[in-house]
């Protein structure tokens, strides 16, 4: 079992930046695959980010690069940092873990932090 806490969101200006961080307790963090995805109000989730166990980071077209996924096993914390941020990326973000088994895939996610870009 994991919990995943998202922290980091708020309202924040055209052009600014913002960190969201995940803190996940409760089973081997290094071994998931750590992703953040968002939802804008009207819109599916969609993925934003991720990082492997072993990494390797995969981007959406729309925030490479502005944003930046990177993750701590030692805190058991993945982070995202925003920059150059734009209207469209207002939306609640979502942090996610994977983790493919054998005969079973675990998969969690946060309750959402909200993130507003408006002037």
């Known amino acids: 079992q994991v919990q995943l806490v998202e922290s980091g969101g708020g309202l924040v200006q055209p052009g600014g930046s913002l960190r969201l961080s995940c803190a996940a307790s409760g089973s081997i963090f290094s071994l998931y695959t750590m992703g953040w995805y968002r939802q804008a109000p009207g819109k599916q989730r969609e993925l934003v980010a991720d990082?492997?166990?072993?990494?390797?980071?995969n981007l959406a077209d729309s925030v490479k690069g502005r944003f930046t996924i990177s993750r701590d096993n030692a805190r058991k914390t993945v982070y995202l940092q925003m920059n150059s941020l734009k209207r469209e990326d207002t939306a609640v973000y979502y942090c996610?873990?994977?983790?493919?088994?054998?005969?079973?895939?675990?998969?969690?996610w946060g309750q959402g932090t909200q993130v507003t870009v408006s002037s």
């Open positions: 996610n873990a994977v983790y493919i088994a054998t005969t079973k895939t675990y998969d969690y």
């Open positions: 990082i492997t166990s072993a990494g390797r980071t």
